[in-house]
């Protein structure tokens, strides 16, 4: 009987010295892996951002659809250009007040934009790699869902402007870390944290294309 109570105080101990580390642990090792997942899906998510301001800024919009966003940049070209002053005489303001340019007259300011050549969006963002073809994988083994991504447009001060969101729930990122923790990690609110349930870029409902990460996870990606 002696040694029966021995062997079951042995595993009371064991099973609360394990739980005791897993308590400590397990935190720790939860927030190194998802430190990891989140820099690979970062990294995703900038990729994207980069793919709808060049959208943007050559065909005045953003899109929903990452065919037509992979199609873009795959014929897409950045226009280079150079900036430089002139000056011409004010024809109007030198006959109305008898002046002759020649001699001191009125002369109007302007700048003259010159297009020197183009180049390949895909190579200025991507560097020649053709990666943005696989920018909607979420990069976490076992998760075959895709990056969600809406555009749209909203009324601000009586104005219309673009906007697009992509987007990656925490849950499907960290789908096979502690439940707990997982639901902890949901409700973050911090400056230094992924506030909210979901890793993302851009806003359906503001003026806004960053990204909801802490500049720690800026410097993670530029590690990789």
Excluded: C
């Excluded at 001191?104 to 010159?114: K, R, T």
């Excluded at 076992?142 to 969101?165: P, W």
């Amino acid at each position: 009987m002696k040694i029966i109570l021995q062997l079951v105080l042995w595993v009371v101990i064991i099973f609360l010295g394990y739980k005791l580390y897993d308590s400590v642990v397990g935190p720790v090792e939860f927030n190194e892996e998802k430190e990891i997942r989140y820099a690979k899906v970062i990294k995703k998510l900038k990729d994207i951002r980069a793919a709808e301001m060049a959208h943007q800024e050559i065909t005045g919009t953003f899109t929903g659809s990452f065919d037509s966003l992979i199609a873009f940049i795959d014929t897409a070209q950045f226009a280079i250009t150079a900036r430089r002053d002139t000056s011409y005489a004010d024809i109007e303001k030198n006959k109305a007040y008898g002046l002759d340019p020649q001699e001191g007259g009125y002369y109007i300011e302007s700048i003259v934009v010159d297009t020197l050549g183009f180049t390949p969006v895909k190579d200025s963002l991507y560097q020649g790699t053709d990666r943005y073809r696989s920018m909607m994988n979420i990069p976490i083994k076992g998760v075959d869902d895709k990056i969600e991504l809406r555009a749209g447009k909203i009324s601000k001060n009586d104005k219309q402007y673009d906007v697009f969101e992509a987007r990656v729930p925490k849950d499907i990122i960290l789908y096979d870390l502690d439940r707990d923790l997982l639901a902890q990690e949901k409700q973050v609110i911090s400056v230094d944290g992924v506030n909210g349930p979901v890793l993302k870029v851009g806003s359906m409902t503001e003026v806004n294309t960053s990204g909801n990460w802490p500049k720690i996870y800026d410097s993670a990606n530029e590690d990789q």
